[in-house]
Nanobody
């Protein structure tokens, strides 16, 4: 099992940027895909982005494509989510997730480990 700790959330104005980080420990980080999900109050958790074990393949939800970038540094056991051109509808708790396989998925059930979440609030 891997332990995940997110950081980097906060309050930002619409059009601004934030970079989320997720530090992993406890198993071979570089062997598994990583993902980011988010959950707004009163809504279901939704997929944001995932990245393969090597970082060579990424995939994004349509709602964030072109604005968000997922990346990873296997030497630092860390995955990042760079968020640009933020919108009020991006407001949510953001969760980092560790995959069950080297390749990512849009489905939460394909992830074995979850962080505690970091809040992102975008004001209009």
């Amino acid at each position: 099992q891997v332990q995940l700790v997110e950081s980097g959330g906060g309050l930002v104005q619409a059009g601004g940027s934030l970079r989320l980080s997720c530090a992993a420990s406890g198993r071979t980080f570089s062997s598994y895909a990583m993902g980011w999900f988010r959950q707004a109050p009163g809504k279901e958790r939704e997929f944001v982005a995932h990245i393969s074990w090597s970082g060579g393949a990424t995939y994004y939800a349509e709602s964030v494509k072109g604005r968000f970038t997922i990346s990873r540094d296997n030497a630092k056991n860390t995955v990042y989510l760079q968020m640009n051109s933020l919108k009020p509808e991006d407001t949510a708790a953001y969760y980092c997730a560790g995959g069950r396989s080297p390749f990512g998925s849009r489905y939460a059930r394909e992830y074995a480990s979850w962080g505690q979440g970091t809040q992102v609030t975008v004001s209009s």
